[in-house]
């Protein structure tokens, strides 16, 4: 305690210092270049005798602002505003003035009117500095957002007291696996969460298993809305409509929402008093801010930049991320390069836009986020989700284990400590779980193992011509299009897949799992009218060693799952341990058997390989950390919870699925805070009201 008091005493100290220092400098600047203002007498003086004039002036200055200044403010808070803010210069000018002649011998002179100029340029320069040196202070921003809360507070007459019962508070660290989580904990790079597990009162951390679309639109839909039911991938091709349904795309994940509430009858976990801050949806919530879901509506109702603009409407949040996100760009332009430099294996291009996709997850949608959460505890709200995109974005790119996504990790932790000291001030207790929505699992691309897309293995098994050199397949990225719509840039509502023919197949990447469709067979093709029209396919795509399984229709046995060397095994025989299944570890063939009732499940479902012994799987996007499909850490995700509240399971058994998670986060809802009230209207939309309100509580 002594030495964290030291700590906050000597960077107090050095800004008062740097402050000052720049202070100076800004005086010898205005010196030289303002005739009516000089810093030396008649006669001259030396560089020295000049640069302690200045560095005294502006002590002065500094000091008589600090003590003398607040006191001004408050004795003329009868005068109106409009006179007010016209006596504001002149009042700093002639503190100025004070200070000059606190000068020793009569050094520094100016006249009244630039005294006024000179006083406003040092105190702008001098906000600026303070504000830039507290970029990495979180104190110093956590002090700040309180008492902009407390003001907030004492203007509307809420109760400042903590009674009643807890508030929650959900974090999704997205893409985080429960081992990465643990091993983060065990090496104290995240302290605050080595700290919860440590305490024997404080949390406790559980694995849970993913469905077979191991990726944010199908867990956070089951988590938040109740039902993931008909989301096979994070991309898919719907043949009624001729559509490619895209998780991130704002008029996809709306009527995903819309469908989930329709099978659910509620409005979701967020139904009662509820905020969803960078969420893909809305989970019921009447707060949002950045929630996907809500870009694709018009008008006022187009939600999900509000944060972004009540966050940057103050100037000192403006200059903490935006240095940060400069810092950001930097160092990923140094990492990619030393990369390069090291030849790093698998290594993918990281170049274009990248550094600033990057910046913006781990940076700006951090920032605003955070703030977010930290205005609705403020506010005293019962029930907040929040989505921290940063490490899944950086370990797409850098691998799931690099040293760069450790980072990423270590900068989360501070974030999670930060809402944690500011729990200690809001007007009710809150409860923090921790949770992710899927894991990531690391490999070489398919393209760059064996030289060709899935797509082209693809047209080859179905005797269409293939390019002579790989096509580079998109990676698909929620931050590229939170991007887009932040900037308020159109979004593309579906992907429109490049074919020579309409009958050419539909083949689209999640990941390590693939979707192929055949828009010329109407339904969902069997294996029998492939093979009937294209002999080759099926062969092809089993026996390819990056391969791990394919799960097709069969008019004779039923839905079937194929492996190498013609192993063909019914869904309904599947077992864990067994056949192509054998590798993916328990829960593969229930996973496997729940996908294939869904509508909208592909013509072939195809699952990469997996090494078991390295956990490495083959995306078939360009993505050397990836998820999406069964094999490794992608379908381990945790869930981390605070001890007084009852266990997710009974004992020996598995949290399996993000439905089950849901129901264990309702309950957890209750035990906190009383039944939830659903939805009062079957199938409608969470509402969109100003999500402004809570950012601008905490910023």
Not at 259 to 272: N, P, S, V, Y
Not at 405 to 428: F, Q, W
Request: proline share 5%.
């Amino acid at each position: 305690m002594g030495d964290g008091r030291w700590r906050t005493a000597g960077s107090a100290l050095m800004r008062v210092v740097v402050v000052w220092a720049v202070s100076t400098l800004t005086m010898l600047a205005l010196a030289g270049i303002l005739p009516d203002f000089q810093l030396q007498s008649d006669d001259g003086d030396s560089i020295t005798k000049i640069a302690f004039t200045a560095a005294w002036g502006a002590g002065a200055f500094g000091l008589l602002s600090a003590l003398v200044w607040p006191v001004l403010v408050r004795a003329l808070l009868i005068v109106p505003a409009l006179v007010l803010g016209m006596l504001v210069f002149f009042l700093n000018g002639s503190l100025l003035l004070v200070a000059l002649r606190l000068i020793p011998d009569g050094r520094g002179a100016a006249n009244p009117e630039t005294a006024v100029v000179v006083a406003a340029v040092m105190s702008a320069v001098a906000s600026a500095t303070s504000t830039a040196l507290a970029v990495r202070d979180d104190n110093a921003y956590r002090r700040r957002l309180s008492r902009l809360a407390d003001r907030r507070r004492r203007r509307s007459g809420a109760d400042s007291g903590r009674s009643g019962p807890p508030g929650t508070v959900f974090i999704q660290l997205d893409g985080v696996g429960h081992d990465v989580l643990a091993r983060a904990a065990d090496s104290r790079l995240m302290p605050t969460v080595a700290n919860w597990l440590a305490d024997e009162e404080g949390h406790r951390l559980t694995p849970w298993r993913t469905d077979w679309s191991s990726q944010t639109g199908a867990s956070q839909l089951g988590i938040l809305h109740g039902s993931n039911h008909d989301v096979p991938a994070f991309r898919w091709y719907e043949k009624e409509t001729g559509d490619i349904m895209v998780s991130s795309r704002p008029a996809s994940a709306i009527e995903l929402q819309r469908r989930a509430i329709a099978r659910t009858h509620d409005g979701g976990l967020l139904t009662l008093d509820g905020a969803s801050r960078g969420n893909l949806f809305s989970g019921g919530a009447d707060q949002l801010a950045l929630v996907l879901s809500m870009a694709a509506r018009l008008g006022k109702g187009r939600r999900s930049r509000a944060g972004y603009f009540a966050y940057f409407s103050d100037p000192a949040n403006a200059v903490r991320t935006a240095l940060s996100f400069v810092a950001e760009v930097c160092r990923e332009i140094g990492q990619s390069t030393r990369a390069r430099i090291r030849k790093d294996t698998p290594r993918i291009k990281r170049g274009g836009l990248y550094p600033f996709i990057r910046a913006f997850a781990t940076v700006v949608e951090r920032d605003v986020v955070v703030a977010a959460v930290i205005g609705d505890m403020f506010a005293g709200r019962t029930a907040v989700y929040a989505d921290l995109v940063a490490y899944d974005e950086v370990a797409h790119h850098s691998g799931p284990h690099s040293r760069d996504a450790e980072k990423v990790l270590a900068r989360l932790d501070r974030s999670l400590a930060l809402i944690v000291k500011v729990a200690e001030h809001t007007p009710r207790r809150y409860r923090i779980v921790l949770l992710s929505d899927h894991g990531q699992s690391p490999g070489e691309t398919f393209a760059g193992a064996y030289g060709l897309t899935l797509k082209d293995l693809v047209r080859a098994g179905c005797g269409l011509p293939v390019p002579r050199r790989a096509q580079r397949t998109r990676s698909g990225s929620e931050a590229r299009d939170a991007v887009r719509i932040a900037l308020h840039r159109p979004v593309e509502e579906g992907e429109v897949e490049r074919r020579a023919k309409p009958s050419d197949p539909v083949v689209l990447a999640s990941g390590n799992l693939g979707l192929i469709s055949f828009p010329d067979i109407e339904g969902r093709a069997s294996r029998e009218q492939l093979d009937r029209s294209r002999p080759a396919l099926l062969g092809t795509l089993a026996n390819h060693p990056g391969i791990g399984f394919l799960l097709v229709r069969s008019e004779r046995h039923g839905s079937v799952v194929l492996g190498r060397g013609g192993t063909e095994v019914p869904v309904s025989d599947l077992k864990d341990g067994e056949g192509p299944l054998a590798p993916f570890g328990p829960g593969a063939a229930a996973a496997v058997r729940r996908t294939d009732t869904f509508p909208h499940v592909a013509d072939i479902m195809v699952n990469s390989m997996h090494d078991g012994a390295t956990g490495c799987v083959h995306a078939f996007e360009e993505q050397i950390g990836s998820h999406g499909g069964l094999g490794g850490e992608q379908s381990r995700p945790f869930l981390l919870w605070p001890a007084d509240l009852s266990a997710p399971v009974a004992e020996g058994a598995e949290l399996v699925g993000a439905e089950q998670v849901h129901e264990v986060l309702r309950r957890w809802l209750r035990e906190c805070s009383g039944p939830q009230i659903p939805l009062a209207q079957p199938g409608a939309v969470g509402g969109a009201d100003e999500a402004g309100g809570a950012v601008q509580a905490a910023g």
